[in-house]
């Protein structure tokens, strides 16, 4: 199919609930104010210079969106950089040209703007976002982890000189039960 099926438009507050549904697996899982957090991002992209927030739409039906912003390559390389954020397609508007239009969009923007660089992110067990990334010339540059701040604290904790493992822990409790039933015998 061709792409003029595919066309692009910054978001618009109606677009809130396709938002949601789309960008589920990225938003805020310990609250319910999904909409809320997507309508200040929506305003918010509206009225920063540097940001966008795209909609993609095929055959005049919601297939995608991207969030677009402007910044630094890292805080220690000032280059600009236009970020491409949250990438994502309706599954049923999938290999029609509108993950392409999107990144086509952060491209142009990036152009218009002066910025020699485009980046994104891409969900690590996502094997079919990171191979559209890579046939589109973006390659990894870095591992972005994240964890929980206490099971951050707890290995970090568990890690200190003189602090014992929990499989360690585990292995003294097994052999003082060990001992315990040895002894009993006797």
Same mark, same amino acid.
């Given at each position: 199919m061709s792409r003029s099926s595919v066309t692009l438009r910054d978001a618009t507050l109606a677009d809130v609930e396709h938002l949601a549904a789309l960008w589920q697996p990225f +938003?805020?899982? @310990? *609250? $319910?104010?999904? +909409?809320? @957090? +997507?309508?200040?991002?929506?305003? *918010? =992209? $509206?009225d920063k210079p540097g940001q966008r927030l795209v909609v993609s739409e095929y055959d005049g039906d919601f297939a995608g969106a991207v969030f677009l912003r402007t910044s630094t390559y890292s805080p220690?390389?000032?280059e600009p950089v236009v970020q491409a954020h949250n990438l994502a397609v309706v599954a049923a508007h999938r290999k029609r040209g509108v993950g392409k239009a999107l990144m086509e969009c952060a491209v142009t923007w990036a152009e218009e703007l $002066?910025?020699?660089?485009? $980046? *994104? =992110?891409?969900?690590s067990g996502s094997r079919e976002a990171n191979r559209f990334m890579a046939r589109l010339a973006l390659g990894p540059q870095a591992v972005l982890r994240m964890a929980p701040t206490?099971?951050?604290?707890?290995? +970090?904790?568990?890690?200190?000189?003189?602090?014992?493992?929990? *499989?360690?822990v585990l292995a003294a409790r097994r052999s003082a039960r060990h001992a315990r039933a040895l002894s009993g015998q006797g």
């Open positions: +938003l805020r899982r @310990d *609250t $319910g104010e999904h +909409l809320n @957090d +997507l309508a200040r991002a929506i305003e *918010t =992209a $509206g220690v390389n000032p $002066g910025i020699s660089h485009v $980046g *994104t =992110a891409t969900s206490h099971a951050v604290r707890a290995r +970090l904790a568990a890690s200190r000189p003189g602090a014992r493992q929990v *499989t360690q």
